[in-house]
């Protein structure tokens, strides 16, 4: 960790002293090597490990429920939770209004639906809501006949 | 170059949790270069919008299904027109990142490093009642990124792909994709102003589109000509239903 070795007893004039460490953007832990830190992620299908599928148009909404002492304080997580307080939101328009990249999103809201702190609505109407186990329906391609009959039904009224 | 990622945006190199500082989230410049979590965008950044001047969807009963349907097309073609015209938010952009991986055909010298890069697309919302609601993805135009398509297309209703009758060949590769897919899906001619007329018959012959595919002549700019389109769309697909019993 370069960026910490500011204790030394002779810094050297290629090191930099705290302040300057302190004067780097975002921090002194920015300034490290971040390659260490990062969990390498898979979610086979856009499904999380309990079986939630989330597309982009996958609807969320936050639970009131305490954050995991081990991801308190992580910052996007918390900002997501903010987000979908109280209404629901798209996986896409979290993505959008936060501008984090929606794969990241994805991996993210599925950590938080495995916590319990989001709630997962059932995109298409495969009949058992929200924690919607199944997801044949998605995961084959196409929709329901009665789900397109009642997006028929809406677009005629607009 | 190939692109390794099939996922919507995920590379194996991009970081997502873990970062060490609280708080100081959406702050002025939203989620950029400043955070340090995401290698900087090299596409154009998309207009950042404030987080509360988007509603959300209301809890109402307690829940709520959500189906999507696509709009494809070449680049320039009016897919974001399309979408902002029937749209109930202003059309949102989201980024999705990629990570490109050396073939190992031209690049062999080159480089192992994978890079990133960032693909936009638009979309749109329609609550149609209060518990179900539509979103309108564009897809990003350029063939490059079409691997993007199979997960976007995934669960959605189908495909309005919009085409621009001095541009025909322009929407070819997105026709090719639909029909080779599987997926329900209509063509929208946009009609331009000061673009030649044609009627949907003469676009059909044009562009060899199937007897059974429906052709239309529309107005992206035009609220009620956008909603026939989708409408010509969710009808074609349960004749789909109902051809394949």
């Known amino acids: 960790m370069k960026g910490m070795g500011v204790r030394g007893s002779d810094p050297g004039p290629a090191k930099r002293s705290i302040d300057d460490v302190r004067r780097e953007p975002g921090g002194p832990r920015r300034t490290a090597n971040r390659s260490a830190r990062v969990r390498p992620y898979a979610i086979t299908g856009g499904r999380t490990r309990f079986g939630h599928v989330l597309l982009v148009e996958t609807l969320v909404s936050a639970l009131n429920r305490p954050a995991d002492p081990g991801s308190r304080g992580v910052p996007e997580l918390e900002a997501i939770c903010r987000l979908c307080r109280g209404h629901m939101r798209s996986i896409a328009e979290i993505s959008a209004l936060l501008r984090i990249p929606l794969g990241v999103v994805r991996v993210l809201v599925s950590d938080l639906a495995d916590q319990g702190r989001i709630r997962v609505h059932g995109a298409h109407s495969s009949g058992t809501g929200a924690t919607d186990a199944t997801g044949a329906s998605v995961t084959t391609g196409g929709t329901d006949r009665a789900l397109l009959e009642r997006v028929l039904g809406g677009l005629r009224k607009l | ?245």
Not at chain 2, 20 to 43: D, L, R
Not at chain 2, 57 to 77: E, R
Not at chain 2, 108 to 114: F, G, I, V
Not at chain 2, 216 to 234: F, G, H, Q, T, Y
Request: glycine share 14%.
């Open chain 2, 1 to 245: 170059m190939d692109f390794a990622s099939s996922d919507l945006g995920y590379g194996s190199g991009a970081p997502a949790a873990g970062h060490g500082s609280a708080g100081g989230y959406g702050t002025a410049g939203g989620y950029g270069p400043a955070g340090g979590g995401f290698p900087p965008p090299q596409a154009p950044q998309s207009p950042q919008v404030q987080p509360e001047s988007v509603p959300g969807i209301p809890l109402g009963n307690g829940s709520a299904v959500s189906t999507k349907i696509v709009v494809a097309g070449g680049f320039g073609v009016g897919k974001t027109t399309f979408v902002k015209a029937v749209s109930e938010i202003t059309p949102l952009t989201t980024e999705a990142l990629m990570t490109q991986a050396s073939s190992g055909v031209d690049d062999l010298s080159d480089t192992p490093d994978k890079r990133t890069t960032t693909v936009a697309m638009d979309f749109g919302r329609i609550s149609l009642e209060s518990d179900l609601v539509l979103y309108l993805f564009g897809t990003p135009g350029q063939q490059r990124f079409w691997f993007m398509w199979d997960d976007l297309v995934r669960g959605a209703i189908g495909a309005v792909v919009l085409a621009d009758t001095r541009r025909l060949e322009d929407s070819f590769p997105a026709l090719d994709y639909f029909e080779g897919g599987g997926l329900p899906f209509v063509v929208a001619v946009n009609q331009f102003d000061g673009a030649p007329r044609y009627s949907a018959e003469a676009v059909r012959d044009a562009m060899a589109i199937p007897e059974h595919v429906p052709v239309l002549i529309c107005d992206a700019r035009n609220r009620s000509s956008v909603v026939e389109a989708l409408l010509a769309l969710v009808t074609h697909a349960l004749a789909m239903d109902d051809a394949r019993g």
